[in-house]
């Protein structure tokens, strides 16, 4: 279990990373994805609430730029997310 705790927060502190590089040269994709893994971690790790928040900011970016793959992925996670933390009204939001 150790080993998987710190595999997880390894693999963060490269997507930390990478959204700083992202964001630096201006590549929306780039941070929309690597706000998406950064959610996908934290989900790994029982960190729902967090997950959620880095899987919105996926899905605000993807939006303004239009990547409806993107878009449709925050979509599912949010709504399995939200359903896990027991919230259905707002899973079923990103179900729509």
């Not at 990373?17 to 934290?42: D, F, H, P, T």
């Not at 709504?79 to 009204?89: E, R």
Request: one cysteine or more; aromatic letters at 12%.
């Amino acid at each position: 279990m150790h080993k998987l705790v710190c595999q997880c927060e390894k693999a963060r502190e490269h997507f930390q990373k990478s959204l700083r590089i992202q964001k630096e040269i201006g590549n929306m994709g780039g941070e929309a994805a690597s706000y998406m893994n950064l959610g996908n971690v934290y989900k790994f790790v029982g960190e729902d609430e967090k997950a959620a928040d880095y899987n919105e900011k996926s899905l605000t970016i993807s939006r303004r730029f239009g990547d409806r793959y993107k878009v449709a992925y925050s979509c599912l996670i949010l709504a399995d997310q939200f359903f896990s933390l027991g919230k259905y009204s707002k899973a079923n939001e990103y179900n729509k």
